[in-house]
């Protein structure tokens, strides 16, 4: 089945760590999301590509780096994790046009 | 600014029938989603209006009217099984889908 997917499902990580999250996707979408949910919250969105074209956010942190290799794959990395990043991930995609996203099941990340 | 509001929690009997709005404020607008989301879950997506007027699916219908800037969903015949959050959220001019807070949705036995 088309899907997204996420790894790790779970990500532990120290204080100041870098650490990196992935998503993929068979979807063959050329619209890839990252949000930020915290408990209770709504998602929150960090940026998105446009197939290769990158739009950030005006209030996602510098901290906060993505990179789209391909139309499969997309990548967030956090430079220096801070407690306050600690939050589950989402990676969805999307259809140029579409009103439908779809989500992969998250990482949740904690910050030691 | 870009804003949707939605009240933050329901409570409905299970059987019954329940309807979340939703208002927005955005810089474009090219439809009102709705999406599910049980705790520890990923977002899962419901339905969608474009145009105005009610759409059904199942015991979920959404309804728009795009003059007023409101939407809401309907949930029918409720089951436990409903109990969780529901967002709903606008497609803007610039491709990005803006949620709302969420409602969580309380269903009594």
């Known amino acids: 089945d088309a899907m997204v997917i996420q790894n790790p499902r779970y990500q532990v990580t120290q204080f100041g760590k870098p650490v990196t999250l992935s998503c993929s996707q068979t979807?063959?979408?050329?619209?890839m999301y990252w949000y930020q949910q915290k408990s209770s919250q709504a998602p929150k969105l960090l940026f998105h590509y446009y197939d290769k074209d990158f739009n950030n956010e005006a209030d996602t942190p510098d901290n906060f780096q993505s990179r789209r290799p391909n139309t499969s794959f997309c990548f967030l990395d956090i430079r220096s994790p801070g407690l306050g990043d600690a939050a589950m991930y989402l990676c969805?995609?999307?259809?140029?046009?579409?009103?439908?996203?779809?989500f992969g099941p998250g990482t949740r990340l904690t910050v030691t | 600014g870009q804003s949707l509001e939605q009240p933050s929690e329901v409570t409905a009997v299970e059987g019954a029938i329940v309807q979340i709005n939703c208002t927005y404020q955005?810089?474009?607008?090219?439809?009102l989603s709705w999406y599910q989301q049980h705790d520890g879950g990923a977002p899962t997506f419901l339905s969608y209006n474009a145009l105005d007027g009610l759409e059904e699916t199942g015991r979920f219908s959404s309804f728009l009217s795009r003059s007023d800037s409101y939407g809401y969903l309907l949930l029918q015949e409720l089951q436990m099984k409903d109990s969780a959050s529901y967002f709903c959220a606008v497609r803007d001019r610039d491709d990005k889908i803006i949620f709302g807070k969420g409602t969580r949705l309380h269903i009594l036995p």
């Open positions: 969805a995609t999307s259809l140029t046009s579409s009103y439908e996203q779809y």
């Open positions: 955005t810089s474009g607008f090219y439809g």
């Open positions: 979807l063959n979408h050329n619209v």
